[in-house]
């Protein structure tokens, strides 16, 4: 597999530190809100690529952190009157249950900032004794001229940066360019540690670099995130990491292009910021993710009702598809004819198409038009009926695609099904064809159009699709 990799600027043939378990860190949510379209885009983004490394035979250690320690969350938590704690720990939950909407898997760690405390207080104290952090006044701080390769992630020049730099008012640190590893508290109501500098908190670089070592060692194989956190957040993790361990922190780094709404920035001044809680009650989590996928995770994605449209009909010739593959399968008999079996063995094509585009620095977009062939081969295969057997194959071979995308992955039957009304209509429609009453069959199928419900008419007898 070829990916793009942000440090050397140009896509390499990825070779995994252990061939045994491939180590990947990627930066998660701060939790003190839903999070949004642009923050969804890393989690499908990367959710995929663990899946299709894992669908290669490959074994995967996944991190996603939460972080649940940031200013954020402290004025939120004043706002509503409650703890930090208490933010934190509803919005985890919600952020389950939007990316389990979005078939995002859950991570083999997802470790919290609150319970890695004592290894970043350790972290942050080894970097004091290697001469690469100081104390003032319970603020420590990194001095990034101490790590002479600062700025070879983002491409940053340091002469560039410190033209730019200045220290806020408050500050004490001794140069515009460092950074803060702990925050001593500022105010009795604020969420704070013991710690050697007193009571504080962490900064936000030093918790990744933490956790990553932690649960993956000091060097891993691939750090990942969106491409807004390339400078400052992943590089500082850099020098952290590596002035610490005194080796390469991670071999490939994986970011990915922002998203614009309508062609703008999104910002909540624009009046243009969207919640995936708030798309999720216009689309299904399938359709988001199906557009999240659908341009190459490096570019950047424009989101508006259009695209999503497309999404949704794009997955719907999908869904079809496997929809009346499924019927196919409770109505047939038999084995393959040796032309299915022949017409089987060419699905293999579409599968190396799929598996070419994925090698090539995760191309999702030529991976689902892969998809969309393999639906043609087969609605053409089983247009005038086949066998149960080659429906069950052409199924399998569909689904062993679609689950590497994550897509699929909600049966219409299992979202409540036909209820007792629809299943009248139906019932009463096939009754005027067979008493040649074509008109009330027109009628009622125009009826359960308007209700979201398409009725095909199959040899094997009518098959209803839920829109």
Same mark, same amino acid.
């Given at each position: 597999m070829k990916i793009y990799n942000t440090l050397t600027r140009k896509k390499e043939e990825f070779v995994p530190v252990d061939q045994n378990e491939i180590k990947i860190y990627v930066c998660g949510p701060t939790v003190y809100n839903y999070f949004h379209i642009g923050n969804a885009r890393p989690f499908v983004v990367f959710d995929t690529l663990?899946?299709?490394?894992?669908?290669?035979?490959?074994?995967?250690?996944?991190?996603?952190?939460?972080?649940?320690? %940031?200013?954020?969350? &402290?004025?939120?938590?004043?706002?509503?009157?409650?703890s930090a704690g208490e933010i934190s720990e509803k919005f985890i939950e919600e952020y389950y249950k939007d990316a389990a909407a979005l078939n995002v898997k859950k991570a083999n760690v997802h470790p919290k900032v609150t319970e890695n405390m004592d290894e970043i207080i350790a972290f942050v104290k080894d970097l004091i004794d290697l001469g690469y952090a100081y104390e003032v006044d319970g603020d420590v701080y990194y001095s990034t001229r101490a790590f002479k390769d600062y700025g070879k992630l983002s491409g940053q020049n340091i002469e560039d940066l410190e033209s730019g730099a200045r220290i806020e008012v408050g500050e004490k640190k001794k140069d515009p360019l460092d950074f803060a590893l702990w925050k001593a508290r500022k105010t009795d109501d604020e969420i704070a540690w013991e710690s050697p500098w007193g009571m504080g908190r962490p900064g936000w670089h030093i918790?990744?670099?933490?956790?990553?070592?932690?649960?993956?060692? %000091?060097?891993?194989? &691939?750090?990942?995130?969106?491409?807004?956190l390339t400078f400052p957040h992943h590089e500082n993790e850099v020098a952290q990491s590596e002035a610490h361990s005194g080796k390469q922190f991670a071999n490939y780094w994986m970011h990915n292009g922002y998203i614009t709404i309508d062609n703008e920035k999104m910002s909540k001044s624009k009046g243009n910021f969207f919640t995936v809680r708030d798309i999720l009650k216009e689309y299904d989590g399938e359709v988001i993710r199906f557009f999240l996928l659908s341009g190459h995770y490096r570019n950047p994605i424009n989101f508006s009702d259009s695209l999503m449209e497309q999404a949704k009909n794009g997955l719907a010739r999908m869904e079809n598809a496997k929809s009346n593959?499924?019927?196919?399968?409770s109505t047939c008999q038999g084995t393959m004819s040796e032309k299915e079996q022949d017409t089987l063995k060419g699905y293999d094509q579409y599968r190396q198409e799929f598996i070419a585009a994925m090698e090539d620095d995760l191309n999702t977009a030529d991976a689902i038009s892969a998809v969309f062939e393999l639906v043609t081969a087969i609605n053409t295969a089983v247009k005038d009926g086949c066998s149960k057997e080659f429906a069950e194959k052409s199924l399998e071979t569909l689904m062993e695609l679609a689950s590497v995308l994550g897509l699929l992955q909600h049966d219409q039957e299992d979202e409540g099904g036909i209820d007792d009304d629809i299943q009248a209509l139906v019932d009463e429609r096939q009754e005027a064809r067979k008493n040649k009453n074509f008109a009330r069959a027109d009628e009622i199928r125009d009826l359960l159009k308007e209700k979201g419900i398409t009725l095909k008419d199959t040899p094997q007898g009518v098959q209803i699709i839920k829109e």
């Amino acid at each position: 597999m070829k990916i793009y990799n942000t440090l050397t600027r140009k896509k390499e043939e990825f070779v995994p530190v252990d061939q045994n378990e491939i180590k990947i860190y990627v930066c998660g949510p701060t939790v003190y809100n839903y999070f949004h379209i642009g923050n969804a885009r890393p989690f499908v983004v990367f959710d995929t690529l663990r899946k299709y490394l894992e669908y290669r035979g490959k074994n995967v250690k996944f991190v996603q952190n939460f972080t649940d320690v %940031d200013d954020k969350i &402290i004025n939120k938590a004043r706002e509503e009157g409650v703890s930090a704690g208490e933010i934190s720990e509803k919005f985890i939950e919600e952020y389950y249950k939007d990316a389990a909407a979005l078939n995002v898997k859950k991570a083999n760690v997802h470790p919290k900032v609150t319970e890695n405390m004592d290894e970043i207080i350790a972290f942050v104290k080894d970097l004091i004794d290697l001469g690469y952090a100081y104390e003032v006044d319970g603020d420590v701080y990194y001095s990034t001229r101490a790590f002479k390769d600062y700025g070879k992630l983002s491409g940053q020049n340091i002469e560039d940066l410190e033209s730019g730099a200045r220290i806020e008012v408050g500050e004490k640190k001794k140069d515009p360019l460092d950074f803060a590893l702990w925050k001593a508290r500022k105010t009795d109501d604020e969420i704070a540690w013991e710690s050697p500098w007193g009571m504080g908190r962490p900064g936000w670089h030093i918790e990744c670099s933490t956790m990553s070592k932690r649960y993956l060692g %000091d060097t891993i194989d &691939i750090h990942a995130g969106g491409q807004d956190l390339t400078f400052p957040h992943h590089e500082n993790e850099v020098a952290q990491s590596e002035a610490h361990s005194g080796k390469q922190f991670a071999n490939y780094w994986m970011h990915n292009g922002y998203i614009t709404i309508d062609n703008e920035k999104m910002s909540k001044s624009k009046g243009n910021f969207f919640t995936v809680r708030d798309i999720l009650k216009e689309y299904d989590g399938e359709v988001i993710r199906f557009f999240l996928l659908s341009g190459h995770y490096r570019n950047p994605i424009n989101f508006s009702d259009s695209l999503m449209e497309q999404a949704k009909n794009g997955l719907a010739r999908m869904e079809n598809a496997k929809s009346n593959l499924k019927h196919l399968i409770s109505t047939c008999q038999g084995t393959m004819s040796e032309k299915e079996q022949d017409t089987l063995k060419g699905y293999d094509q579409y599968r190396q198409e799929f598996i070419a585009a994925m090698e090539d620095d995760l191309n999702t977009a030529d991976a689902i038009s892969a998809v969309f062939e393999l639906v043609t081969a087969i609605n053409t295969a089983v247009k005038d009926g086949c066998s149960k057997e080659f429906a069950e194959k052409s199924l399998e071979t569909l689904m062993e695609l679609a689950s590497v995308l994550g897509l699929l992955q909600h049966d219409q039957e299992d979202e409540g099904g036909i209820d007792d009304d629809i299943q009248a209509l139906v019932d009463e429609r096939q009754e005027a064809r067979k008493n040649k009453n074509f008109a009330r069959a027109d009628e009622i199928r125009d009826l359960l159009k308007e209700k979201g419900i398409t009725l095909k008419d199959t040899p094997q007898g009518v098959q209803i699709i839920k829109e």
